[in-house]
Each structure stands twice: as structure tokens, then as C-alpha cells.
């Protein structure tokens, strides 16, 4: 029956633990005594934890803890080893890097010197051509009050371009004269400069020159002076081969009236109609120019290319779709 079962279960429970209890008392004086044996000791008179065989737990606990004391200045001195040993690796790659920059520095020394040679290179250089510029200036240049006296490069002031008024009062061109006599120095300056490499070098090892718009900001009559200073250019032997730009089509009619020879071509920068920088010769193009120059919204540029010139070989199409042939300039 259910009630007996219940019953049952409960005088065996109480049984177990009668037993235990009765094991308790019988068992715990022996194992009180081992564990006060194995954990406690009384300490002497001193503060220590006697010897015994076998040491008790509480005697290996605190000789461990003394162990650990004694041991934490070498555990603290290894830490700093360890941060020694990074911090010099690093202080290592440092010096290293230091060492690297001081050579360099050291191999840079004698360059020191570089700048000021330079410096007086180019102050003789301007001084030697000085004369030369002024001549080539007042050949092409007129001007009735302002002549060219001198070109120098100072420290404090750098370039100084002085011009001559009258017999005896010399002043900073750069003060009084307009943006075309100024333009007229540089372009003088070049032309010096080629000479003078020239006849140092005894040849023209590289007989070319490109101008871009050389005639900005001179009027009629200079335009055509500079004009015939390149076509001289051009026809004295050895010649020079030039390739010149420019919008000005009045200044290419010069060209060709002061005699510059060589060949005409429009030159038309890279966008969607053709993908590709556009050079359109005529003489080797037959109607394509024209109908590309009608397309255009701007002015295409007009280049001059010279008799004895190179030009590329070159595949263009016009902006209306039109396939023109590639050409192929003979000489």
C-alpha cells in the first residue's frame, strides 16, 4: 500500500542516519587528531613553526609564504630585465636610424659649398653676357629712352635687370620699363645663352629650339624684328631647327614674310571628338582641316613646323566622324 511504502522509507532514512551518527562519535576523536596533526601547529616561542615529520599543511603553507616574500625582489628584478631588454631593442633600431641620417648628413657635407658655387657660377655667367644680351636687345628692340645696361644676380635683391637713361643715369629696368622691353631682355637672355654654349662648346650638338607664343605683349613693328631674328636663326649655317606655336596668326604671316620656312599645321588639343592630341597638316591632308576648323568652337592652335623638321607619324579622326588617313611626311 502506498501509506506502508511511505513508511517504509522513512525508518530507513532514520536508520542511515542513526548510523552515521553513530560512526561520528565512534570515528571523529581519530580524525580530529589527524587533522589537527596535518593543518595546525603551535608556534615557538620565537614566532616559528616547529620541524615535524611529516610537516603539517599550516607549517608548508607559511614556509611557502616566507619563500615567496624573500623571492619578490628577484621576481620584481627579472620584470625589469625584460622591459630593459625591449626598450634596448628599440633604442637599438633608434640608433640605427640615427646613424643612417648622420651618414647621409656626413655624405651631404662637401654639397654645402654647392649652393654658393652655384650662385657665383650663374653671377659670372649673367656678367659674361651681360654685353651679348645688349646687343641682341638694341638690335631688335627700339627704344629711344631706356637702353639695356646690365644683368647681375645679387644676394639680398637677386636678379637685377638695370637699364641706361640718357649718357650717365643707370637705374632698376624693372621700376620704369613696360612688360614688352622686359620681355624683350628674356628673350634676348635666351638667345645669349644658346650663343655663348655654342661657341664654348665649338658645335651645336643640338640645333633646336621650341617657342611658345614668342611674340605676346610686343606690337607690329617688334613682332617683326623678332621675326627676322628667327628666320636668321634659321638660315645661317648651321641653322637651327625651330618648332613654334601660337594663336596670333598675324605674327605666322610674319614668320613667312621675314623668311622662317618650314611647314603649317594646326594642332588641336585631346578631347571627346578625337580621344587624342590632333595634328592637321595640310599638305598632307586634303579637306579634313577644313572641316574640322568649321567643328571646333575655339581656334585651333597653329604650329609652324620647320623645313628641315620631323613630324610624327599620326592617325586622327575629324570631329564630324570622318575617318581621315594616316599620313606619312616624306623628305
Request: glycine content about 8%; proline content about 5%.
Amino acid at each position: 500500500m502506498p501509506g506502508t511504502a511511505n513508511v517504509q522509507s522513512r525508518i530507513a532514512r532514520i536508520e542511515k542516519l542513526s548510523n552515521l551518527a553513530v560512526w561520528f562519535e565512534t570515528e571523529s576523536p581519530e580524525w580530529l587528531k589527524w587533522w589537527k596533526t596535518l593543518s595546525a601547529a603551535d608556534p615557538l616561542p620565537n614566532g616559528t613553526i616547529p620541524d615535524t615529520d611529516p610537516e603539517t599543511l599550516s607549517a608548508h603553507i607559511g614556509r611557502i609564504s616566507k619563500s615567496l616574500g624573500e623571492a619578490e625582489p628577484f621576481r620584481l628584478g627579472a620584470e625589469a630585465m625584460r622591459a630593459a631588454w625591449k626598450q634596448g631593442i628599440a633604442a637599438r633600431k633608434i640608433e640605427k636610424e640615427l646613424e643612417r641620417r648622420q651618414a647621409i648628413a656626413d655624405a651631404l657635407t662637401p654639397l654645402k659649398s654647392l649652393g654658393n658655387m652655384a650662385e657665383a657660377q650663374a653671377r659670372d655667367a649673367l656678367n659674361d653676357l651681360s654685353s651679348r644680351i645688349g646687343q641682341i636687345h638694341s638690335a631688335n628692340y627700339l627704344s629711344d629712352t631706356l637702353k639695356f645696361d646690365s644683368a647681375t644676380l645679387e644676394k639680398k635683391a637677386g636678379l637685377v635687370v638695370r637699364g641706361q637713361l640718357g649718357t650717365e643715369i643707370r637705374i632698376d629696368a624693372t621700376l620704369v620699363a613696360n612688360t614688352s622691353w622686359i620681355r624683350g631682355i628674356l628673350w634676348a637672355f635666351i638667345f645669349a645663352l644658346r650663343e655663348e654654349a655654342v661657341e664654348q662648346a665649338g658645335l651645336d650638338a643640338f640645333p633646336l629650339m621650341v617657342l611658345d607664343d614668342p611674340q605676346q605683349t610686343f606690337d607690329t613693328v617688334h613682332r617683326h624684328r623678332w621675326a627676322e631674328y628667327i628666320g636668321k636663326l634659321q638660315a645661317k649655317a648651321p641653322g637651327v631647327q625651330i618648332i613654334l606655336s601660337s594663336y596670333d596668326e598675324q605674327f605666322l604671316s610674319f614668320l613667312g614674310v621675314d623668311g622662317v620656312t618650314g611647314r603649317k599645321a594646326l594642332i588641336a588639343s585631346a578631347g571627346p571628338e578625337l580621344g587624342h592630341i590632333g595634328v592637321f597638316e595640310g599638305d598632307s591632308l586634303t579637306g579634313g582641316g577644313s572641316v574640322y576648323r568649321k567643328k571646333r568652337r575655339r581656334r585651333p592652335h597653329r604650329i609652324i613646323w620647320p623645313q628641315s623638321g620631323y613630324m610624327s607619324k599620326a592617325c586622327l579622326n575629324s570631329c564630324c566622324g570622318a575617318r581621315i588617313p594616316t599620313f606619312q611626311p616624306s623628305f
